[in-house]
């Protein structure tokens, strides 16, 4: 792990992120010593700092990064998780940040997750999280560092559940816990619309993009969670799990069960051929 460029574990307390969680992170599949989808990564990043208005340094980040990466001896062959986190740096006590505030950059690997491989082929079973997704139109799309509402999901969780699936509090799906949400109903590619919650995850954007390309159009729309009822197949991803299909979608009192639909495959194709 590096902390502005130095190798340590510590960050002060006074950094805003662990007064406020005032920062962005970003989590990128790494293959060998390429972080999959930097530009996108980068792009986004960037976009959500400007929106923060947090100042910081991109050239000196891609320094400390490869740093971190050239540093793996005999373990290039395994894929592994690069996570950066980008604060407003160090400040006074209350809300406002000083004006001469400087960013901090944390940068730091984590082992790839077992299962990953047998969910993408055989599918996962997934809850309806109870715990509502917080309204805010001026932070919708960025990944901010106030994950309370996914830490509070998460626990809802149960051994056989790999993902969960959250509404806003007026009952319309947004995402996932970790993942962003596509689903097939009456022939039509369907995504929830990101305008008051919700995390704009990368490969969402890809996906798009893609079948935008293949002339397969998508409705990015409000969705009311009751239309996964008439739901033909459903698939989560995101930029370290890939594509995985939803088989089963836990109710309180009941169980909705889906095939792994042609969508969901082509949808694993082109995020097959990106990486």
């Given at each position: 792990?590096?902390?502005?460029?130095?190798?340590?574990d510590?960050l002060?307390v006074s950094?805003?992120?662990?007064?406020?969680?005032?920062?962005?992170?970003?989590?990128?599949?790494?293959?060998?010593e390429?972080?999959?989808?930097?530009?996108?990564?980068?792009?986004?990043?960037?976009?959500?700092?400007?929106?923060?208005?947090?100042?910081?340094?991109?050239e000196?980040l891609?320094?400390?990064?490869?740093?971190?990466?050239?540093?793996?001896?005999?373990?290039c062959?395994?894929?592994?998780?690069?996570?950066?986190i980008?604060?407003?740096?160090?400040?006074?006590?209350?809300y406002?940040?000083a004006?001469?505030?400087?960013?901090?950059?944390?940068v730091?690997?984590?082992?790839?997750p077992?299962?990953?491989?047998?969910?993408?082929s055989?599918?996962?079973?997934v809850?309806?999280?109870?715990?509502?997704?917080?309204?805010?139109?001026?932070l919708a799309?960025i990944?901010?560092l106030?994950?309370?509402?996914?830490?509070?999901a998460?626990?809802?969780?149960t051994?056989?559940?790999a993902e969960?699936?959250?509404?806003?509090d007026?009952g319309?799906?947004?995402?996932?816990?970790?993942?962003?949400v596509?689903?097939v109903?009456?022939?039509?590619?369907i995504?929830?619309?990101l305008?008051?919650?919700?995390v704009a995850?990368?490969?969402?954007?890809?996906?798009?993009e893609?079948?935008?390309?293949?002339?397969?159009?998508?409705e990015?729309?409000?969705?009311?969670?009751?239309?996964?009822?008439?739901?033909?197949?459903?698939?989560v991803c995101?930029s370290?799990?890939?594509?995985?299909p939803v088989?089963?979608?836990?109710?309180?009192?009941?169980?909705?069960?889906f095939?792994?639909?042609?969508?969901?495959?082509q949808?694993?194709s082109?995020?097959?051929?990106?990486?």
């Amino acid at each position: 792990m590096l902390i502005n460029g130095l190798d340590q574990d510590f960050l002060p307390v006074s950094d805003r992120a662990v007064q406020y969680g005032d920062g962005l992170f970003e989590t990128i599949k790494v293959v060998g010593e390429t972080p999959q989808h930097w530009d996108r990564h980068v792009s986004r990043l960037k976009g959500s700092c400007e929106r923060l208005r947090i100042p910081f340094d991109l050239e000196l980040l891609e320094t400390e990064v490869n740093q971190l990466l050239s540093s793996r001896s005999g373990a290039c062959a395994s894929p592994v998780i690069l996570k950066i986190i980008i604060t407003r740096g160090s400040g006074g006590r209350g809300y406002a940040p000083a004006a001469n505030s400087v960013a901090s950059r944390i940068v730091q690997l984590h082992n790839f997750p077992d299962g990953y491989d047998s969910n993408a082929s055989q599918g996962i079973h997934v809850i309806q999280c109870r715990h509502p997704l917080s309204r805010n139109s001026a932070l919708a799309g960025i990944k901010h560092l106030n994950r309370l509402d996914q830490v509070l999901a998460s626990m809802e969780l149960t051994a056989a559940s790999a993902e969960g699936l959250m509404c806003d509090d007026s009952g319309h799906l947004i995402e996932g816990i970790k993942t962003n949400v596509f689903f097939v109903r009456d022939g039509r590619v369907i995504t929830p619309a990101l305008t008051e919650a919700g995390v704009a995850g990368v490969m969402r954007e890809l996906l798009l993009e893609q079948f935008a390309d293949r002339d397969i159009p998508v409705e990015v729309r409000q969705v009311c969670f009751d239309e996964l009822r008439d739901a033909s197949e459903i698939w989560v991803c995101n930029s370290v799990l890939g594509v995985w299909p939803v088989i089963s979608v836990a109710l309180e009192k009941e169980n909705l069960n889906f095939p792994i639909g042609p969508a969901t495959l082509q949808a694993q194709s082109i995020l097959r051929n990106s990486f």
